[in-house]
């Protein structure tokens, strides 16, 4: 079993919908967790930490669930610039070592 | 503005060859890291380094050379005894304590 899992889709969504990508992971010591973005043939990009709580920043709203070990990601309103792939990030066993997901793409359509 | 650089952006190596990709941060980050990403794939990583003068392999470190002399300076070696190593390589660098990392802008390393 992979230690980060992601739905690779493409996910296919017309501009102005509502998307979410769900991201399990292995280790219940986890503490830290993150959503990368990537553009094609650029480096990932914090988009943003999730916190236990849940979280919103805009359009986006990430939440954690510990006990089942999974973390989402919400986008709403859609725009043709969230066309990316989203990577789910948790930190491992190590310290700051971080353990990335193989990666979720969205694209959205006019 | 703080950050972190890898150069060259595109290099090309013959069968055979060594070639050391770089990757160098002003971030005053202890930690380093670098990853191999191929087509449609997800990171994998193949060496980092929590403090200078030390480092450890990561999941795929076979054909490949690492260096930590400097905090600010992470160079990657790819071997000859890397069979397959056209692939976009990522350099990051984090501080301690668990938090996200800051990527630089990859090296595109293809044999030909």
């Known amino acids: 079993r992979k230690e980060v899992e992601q739905d690779p889709g493409p996910f296919n969504v017309p501009e102005g919908a509502t998307v979410a990508f769900n991201c399990t992971y292995s280790?219940?010591?986890?503490?830290?967790f993150f959503w990368y973005r990537q553009d094609c043939r650029k480096e990932p990009k914090l988009l943003m930490s999730?916190?236990?709580s849940g979280n919103e920043d805009g359009r986006f709203t990430a939440q954690l669930n510990r006990a089942s070990q999974y973390i989402s990601l919400l986008i709403r309103d859609s725009k043709l610039s969230d066309s990316a792939t989203y990577l789910c990030?948790?930190?491992?066993?190590?310290?700051?070592?971080?353990?990335f997901g193989g990666g979720t793409r969205l694209m959205v359509k006019p | 503005d703080g950050g972190i650089t890898q150069s060259p952006k595109y290099l090309f190596r013959k069968e055979g060859q060594n070639v050391t990709l770089s990757c160098e941060q002003n971030?005053?980050?202890?930690?380093m890291y670098w990853y191999r990403q191929d087509p449609g794939q997800g990171l994998r990583l193949i060496y980092y380094?929590?403090?200078?003068?030390?480092?450890q392999k990561g999941d795929i470190a076979e054909g490949y050379s690492v260096s930590r002399e400097k905090k600010e300076s992470f160079p990657l070696t790819v071997t000859s005894a890397q069979k397959n190593p056209t692939a976009f390589y990522l350099c990051?660098?984090?501080?301690?304590?668990?938090?996200?990392?800051?990527f630089g802008s990859g090296t595109r390393l293809t044999v030909v």
């Open positions: 380094s929590q403090i200078v003068n030390d480092f």
């Open positions: 990051a660098s984090s501080p301690s304590g668990g938090q996200g990392y800051t």
């Open positions: 999730v916190y236990s």
């Open positions: 280790n219940s010591a986890s503490q830290s």
């Open positions: 971030l005053n980050h202890d930690a």
């Open positions: 990030v948790v930190n491992g066993n190590a310290g700051n070592m971080l353990t």
